[in-house]
Structures are given as structure tokens and as C-alpha cells.
Antibody, heavy 119, light 110 residues
Framework: QVQLRESGPGLLKPSQTLSLTCSVS??????????FGWIRQHPGKGLEWIAN???????YYNPSLKSRVTISLDTSKKQFSLKLTSVTAADTAVYYC???????????WGQGTLVTVSS | QSALTQPPSVSGSPGQSVTISCTGT?????????VSWYQQTPGTAPRVMIY???KRPSGVPDRFSGSKSGNTASLTISGLQTEDEADYYC??????????FGGGTKLTVL
């Protein structure tokens, strides 16, 4: 059974950099067919896609966040990561990591981690 | 990229059918078939219910079905059950290899 688990600080101050890691177990992180991504959900709001990375290392970003976001992949550790710079209160959200099945849909999700930005 | 448009809420009684719409443009929903639907209950991660407009992943009840007409994709839930009460989101994988979600629809089972 594939499992994803997010980890990282839950509280940040404005202007800091958000760094989250997603650990993948029970399945491959390299090889064809899958890519991995981050999605966030502001409190009481809808889902917002942030970024995806293919096993080849190709990356894709939400245009509205692209200038502040970096997604990376460490196949040796079976992890992928998200960095979001210059955070503000507007970045307070639950952040999910997820796997994409053959470019069709997000099939496995982490449980989500709440990141709060507050001074 | 613009979010896809969904009604904020829909409701139905047990046993009835409800349909949730997801409207885009001729450049996104109207042109591509990689529309998926997700169910989310409070405090949990989303779960895929429909992909490629009409396909159901293993384990999803056949009460859930998807369709598309023009620039609007739809999720229909037949034989509504109380456990179907949740938020539902449509999503599209675009030609730019990016993803966009709808604003979400809260389904209330009366």
C-alpha cells in the first residue's frame, strides 16, 4: 500500500521560507508512470495546486506561485520536497503531498500538514 | 490559469440523484478529457471518484458517474446516501502539464 507523509515546521514567521518534505513508502518514486505534487488548502477554502515533479526531474508550477516555489525530488531517499519563499499570512494552509497516476489523477495523498504563518 | 467554476452547494435527499457541474472554457474543459473529481470529508485528504471524465477507479461505487458536454463536466451521484455528504472538487490536467481545481461544491444530504 502506497503511503505519503508530509513533514516540516508547522509555524513560520512572515518572510521566512516554508520547507516541507513528503516521504513515500510502499511504492516506487522513480520509473515511468508517476509524478508527484503539492496541493494546498486554505482554511475553509478549496484546493489549490502548487507544483508537480516528474521522476525525470521535470517540474511544473502554478503560474501564480511560480516565482516563490521550488519542488525537488530525492529518489535515493524516496522523498520529494517543497520550498516556498517569502511567506505571508496568505500562505497559511494545509499542505498535501500527492502522487499522480499516469498524468490522470491524484491517486494517493498524504494526510496533510497545517502550516501557519504568523508573527 | 483560472479556476474551474462549480456551484457552491447542492443538496438532495437519500435515494435521489444530484449533479454537480464544473464549467471551464473551450480551451480547457472543452478541449481535454483529463477531468477528475475528488470527494473530501472534513479533516481528511481528497479521494478521487472519477477520472478522464467518466472512469471510476477501483473501489468507487457505481452510483458515481461523470460526463461532459461542451465546456462543462458533471459529476452525478445516484441513489444518494448520507455518507456521500462531503465537498466535491473537479480538476483538470491542462495542456501545459499544470493542474487546476474547481472552487468546490458542498453536498448536503437532507
Amino acid at each position: 500500500q502506497v503511503q505519503l507523509r508530509e513533514s516540516g515546521p508547522g509555524l513560520l514567521k512572515p518572510s521566512q521560507t516554508l520547507s516541507l518534505t513528503c516521504s513515500v513508502s510502499g511504492g516506487s518514486i522513480s520509473g515511468g508512470g508517476y509524478h508527484f505534487g503539492w496541493i494546498r488548502q486554505h482554511p475553509g477554502k478549496g484546493l489549490e495546486w502548487i507544483a508537480n515533479i516528474y521522476y525525470t526531474g521535470s517540474t511544473y508550477y502554478n503560474p501564480s506561485l511560480k516565482s516563490r516555489v521550488t519542488i525537488s525530488l530525492d529518489t535515493s531517499k524516496k522523498q520529494f520536497s517543497l520550498k516556498l519563499t517569502s511567506v505571508t499570512a496568505a500562505d497559511t494552509a494545509v499542505y498535501y503531498c500527492a502522487r499522480v497516476y499516469w498524468g490522470l489523477y491524484f491517486d494517493y495523498w498524504g494526510q496533510g500538514t497545517l502550516v501557519t504563518v504568523s508573527s | 490559469q483560472s479556476a474551474l467554476t462549480q456551484p457552491p452547494s447542492v443538496s438532495g435527499s437519500p435515494g435521489q440523484s444530484v449533479t454537480i457541474s464544473c464549467t471551464g472554457t473551450s480551451s480547457d474543459v472543452g478541449s481535454y478529457s483529463r477531468v477528475s473529481w475528488y470527494q473530501q470529508t472534513p479533516g481528511t485528504a481528497p479521494r478521487v471518484m472519477i477520472y478522464e471524465v467518466t472512469k471510476r477507479p477501483s473501489g468507487v461505487p457505481d452510483r458515481f458517474s461523470g460526463s461532459k458536454s461542451g465546456n462543462t463536466a458533471s459529476l452525478t451521484i445516484s441513489g444518494l446516501q448520507t455518507e456521500d455528504e462531503a465537498d466535491y472538487y473537479c480538476s483538470l490536467y491542462t495542456s501545459s502539464s499544470t493542474w487546476v481545481f474547481g472552487g468546490g461544491t458542498k453536498l448536503t444530504v437532507l
